[in-house]
């Protein structure tokens, strides 16, 4: 499975961006999809995590309410619809695509990895 996101760029805080995920050589209506970022000098993080049928998502609680992930099993895509961003957001985000059982938040379960794209969020 080859992923690449896409979507990052340069914000002001309280704007918004929307990152998309697409995948190619395996279809990703069987795995369970994620986002996670890495900031500078910390380490990678989860964002957020889709189920396979897309009915079930969850966030990390520093992008509760702001970030919606979602998907389309249609076009192997997954986005992140991220709102009011804070210059904490700012980071690589990249997504990653699992195929075990359960949905998940940590990233040691996914199996695959996009390049990231690169968010930054000027105060």
């Known amino acids: 499975v080859q992923l690449q996101a896409f979507g990052g760029g340069l914000v002001q805080a309280g704007g918004s961006l929307r990152l998309s995920c697409t995948a190619s050589?395996?279809?990703?209506?069987?795995?369970?999809m994620g986002w996670f970022r890495q900031a500078p000098g910390k380490e990678r993080e989860f964002v957020a995590a889709?189920?396979?049928?897309?009915?079930?998502?969850y966030y990390a609680d520093s992008v509760k309410g702001r970030f919606t992930i979602s998907r389309d099993n249609t076009k192997n895509t997954v986005s992140l619809q991220m709102n009011s961003l804070k210059p904490e957001d700012t980071a690589v985000y990249y997504c990653?695509?699992?195929?075990?059982?359960?949905?998940?938040?940590?990233?040691?379960?996914?199996?695959?990895w996009g390049q990231g794209t690169q968010v930054t969020v000027s105060s």
């Open positions: 990653a695509a699992s195929y075990g059982l359960r949905s998940s938040f940590n990233q040691y379960d996914y199996d695959y």
């Open positions: 050589g395996r279809t990703v209506s069987s795995s369970h």
């Open positions: 889709i189920t396979r049928s897309g009915g079930n998502a």
